[in-house]
């Protein structure tokens, strides 16, 4: 499945009650669910990471449709086969710690 299509199955299902919900509440279930993933993360709880990583992704999503972005056009246009900081593949960026 590429990205688009899944920004696409996101917004038949969700698109009525996101829009609904609105921007900056969509925004604050997207950070729930990241706090959720670092849980599991925290937890190595595969299955569960498995789960909010797809959560993430899908209200990622519905965010992306509410400010009518694709997403698999930012994510070309930023990453496009090279670092988007030093142009490289791998990139060799100093870590900033």
């Not at 917004?11 to 706090?35: A, C, M, N, P, Q």
């Not at 959720?36 to 965010?63: C, G, T």
Request: a negative charge.
């Amino acid at each position: 499945m590429e990205i688009r299509e899944f920004q696409e199955i996101i917004k038949d299902i969700y698109f009525h009650k996101d829009s609904k919900r609105g921007v900056e509440r969509t925004f604050l279930w997207f950070i729930e669910e990241v706090g959720e993933l670092s849980e599991a993360i925290r937890k190595r709880d595969i299955e569960s990471m498995e789960e909010e990583f797809a959560d993430v992704l899908a209200w990622l999503a519905s965010l992306a449709n509410l400010l009518r972005i694709d997403l698999e056009d930012a994510a070309k246009k930023k990453y496009p086969g090279v670092c988007p900081y030093c142009g490289k593949n791998p990139c060799e960026c100093k870590e900033k710690f």
